[in-house]
Structures are given as C-alpha cells and as structure tokens.
C-alpha cells in the first residue's frame, strides 16, 4: 500500500474561474461557485467543486478561513474518499489569469491509501497472534 500511494501519489495546481473545469488525475473538476461565509469569531471564503470520473460525483467543499483577532489565516481541506484512493482539495488565493479571476485550488489524489492503515492492522494482528500461547506436543 505505502509503495502504490507514494509512486502513484498526484498533486498539482489549478486555478478555474466560476463555472470553469480541469481535469486532476482522471477527475474532472468544476467550481460551481466560491462564496464568502461568516462565523462567529472568523469570516472565510468557500468554493464548491464538483468532481467526476466516470460515474462517480463528488461535491467538495473547501474553505480558507481568516481569523481577525490571531490575523491568522488557516485552510479546511475538502476530502472525497473512494475504494481505490483519495482525493483533495485545498482552496487557495483568487487571482487575475488572462484578465480573468480565477481561484487557485492545490489538489491532490492518494491512490490506496487506506491500504497503509491496513498494513498497520496486519501487523498489530500479526503482533497479537504471536503472543498466543502455543501447545505443548
């Protein structure tokens, strides 16, 4: 699983304009909208995306928070998690591309991941079964 997820691991970065599309991994991503939103102690900006392959449909939904009183900025990574690997999305700053605004997301497709945790439940297994008392013959 380690060997898979690190030579198949895919990252890059896009920028689309609202309505816009690019395609990460054998995804397709479409920004619906980016709209900002006000919590109690920050203000943020969220970007819906939708992503497909094949027949499988995602909504992502990333934010990149402000908190006034820390001046600090943090990023909620949108996750969308299948059998065969995980995709993510962090949405980043709006800027002018052509003339045109456009946000940047970095993306990011882990293929099998969760066979890392499984490897880690192999052992334990492993572990537990050797400290098993044995039969004497």
């Known amino acids: ?6 030579t198949g691991r895919y990252e890059t970065t896009v920028a689309l304009a609202e309505g816009g599309s690019g395609t990460v991994a054998g995804w ?4 619906d909208q980016v709209r900002a939103i006000e919590g109690p102690n920050w ?3 969220r970007a819906q995306l939708m992503a497909t392959r094949g027949g499988a449909k995602a909504v ?6 402000y908190y006034p ?4 900025p943090t990023t909620e990574t949108a996750i969308h998690k299948t059998g065969t690997g995980d995709l993510y999305a962090a949405l980043g700053e709006q800027r002018i591309v052509d003339g045109e605004p456009r946000w940047v997301f970095r993306v990011y497709y882990n293929p099998l991941i969760d066979m890392v945790y499984f490897g880690v439940i192999l052992m334990a297994l492993g572990g537990a079964f050797s ?6 013959a």
């Open 1 to 6: 699983g380690a060997v898979v997820e690190t």
């Open 28 to 31: 397709t991503l479409t920004l």
């Open 43 to 45: 203000y943020a900006d």
């Open 60 to 65: 992502l939904a990333p934010t990149k928070r």
């Open 69 to 72: 009183a820390a001046q600090m």
């Open 131 to 136: 400290l098993w008392p044995r039969r004497k």
